[in-house]
């Protein structure tokens, strides 16, 4: 079935309450395996939206690596303005937006830093330049010039050597244990479809949103 196939046929079946699992999180597989199977780009990107220490809101993209009935783990430098914000909040929200599925999953919930030894298992997986980067970027502080960032990532290549690169010690994964979770299905006419499960001690309720 192609894209255009899948599409048409995810907006005419459309959400039916019934029909959706009782875990939000089963339910988020099985649409993130759909977005799989449409071979749609990095459908574990997600954004990350945070609220700055004056109240500021402000959302980028991040890869999502896992998530399990705990909640949703990415990985940043934790001295990045993100981190920053996590760490003093404790709290964020992700949007996935498979749009040419017209399907959208947004979700709040509260943040931990991962145990360091989920982070060191994570980044020994990483390609050999992607930890080199990890070492090499000041993540959002003010540079002078890109020769700066590549003479620094040249500079900790060389001294790495071809042995194993270890973790930075100010890199490293955030969970974000959900507290609802909504899935959005386009529909023809804007009736579009919208399922929120709200987290109600260790249950999950679910309810039809208007669009």
């Given at each position: 079935?192609?894209?255009?196939?899948?599409?048409?046929?995810?907006?005419?079946?459309?959400?039916?309450?019934?029909?959706?699992?009782?875990?939000?999180?089963?339910?988020?597989?099985?649409?993130?395996?759909?977005?799989?199977?449409?071979?749609?780009?990095?459908?574990?990107?997600?954004?990350?939206?945070?609220?700055?220490?004056?109240?500021?809101?402000?959302?980028?993209?991040?890869?999502?690596?896992?998530?399990?009935?705990?909640?949703f783990?990415?990985?940043?430098?934790?001295t990045?303005?993100?981190?920053?914000?996590?760490?003093?909040?404790?709290?964020?929200?992700?949007?996935?937006?498979w749009?040419?599925?017209?399907?959208?999953?947004?979700i709040v919930?509260?943040?931990?830093?991962?145990?360091e030894?989920?982070?060191?298992?994570?980044?020994?997986?990483?390609?050999?330049?992607?930890?080199i980067?990890?070492?090499?970027?000041?993540?959002?502080?003010?540079?002078?010039?890109?020769?700066?960032?590549?003479?620094?990532?040249?500079?900790?290549?060389?001294?790495?050597?071809?042995?194993?690169?270890?973790?930075?010690?100010?890199?490293?994964?955030?969970?974000?244990?959900?507290?609802?979770?909504?899935?959005?299905?386009?529909?023809?006419?804007?009736?579009?479809?919208r399922?929120?499960?709200?987290?109600?001690?260790d249950?999950?309720?679910?309810?039809r949103?208007?669009?």
């Amino acid at each position: 079935m192609d894209l255009a196939d899948r599409r048409e046929q995810y907006e005419a079946q459309g959400i039916d309450i019934a029909d959706v699992a009782a875990d939000p999180i089963e339910q988020f597989e099985a649409w993130y395996r759909d977005a799989e199977a449409a071979d749609l780009w990095e459908p574990n990107s997600t954004v990350v939206s945070t609220v700055d220490a004056e109240g500021w809101p402000t959302a980028r993209y991040v890869l999502m690596k896992s998530f399990d009935n705990h909640g949703f783990v990415f990985f940043t430098n934790y001295t990045s303005d993100k981190a920053t914000a996590l760490d003093k909040t404790g709290r964020a929200g992700l949007t996935f937006g498979w749009l040419p599925l017209r399907r959208q999953v947004r979700i709040v919930g509260s943040v931990k830093r991962v145990a360091e030894t989920e982070s060191d298992e994570y980044f020994a997986l990483r390609p050999r330049n992607s930890q080199i980067g990890a070492w090499a970027s000041p993540q959002s502080q003010i540079v002078e010039s890109r020769k700066y960032l590549d003479d620094r990532y040249a500079a900790i290549d060389q001294d790495e050597g071809p042995g194993t690169v270890e973790r930075p010690p100010h890199w490293g994964g955030y969970r974000v244990a959900p507290h609802s979770i909504e899935f959005w299905q386009g529909r023809p006419s804007r009736m579009h479809d919208r399922i929120r499960y709200t987290r109600v001690g260790d249950t999950w309720t679910k309810a039809r949103l208007a669009p």
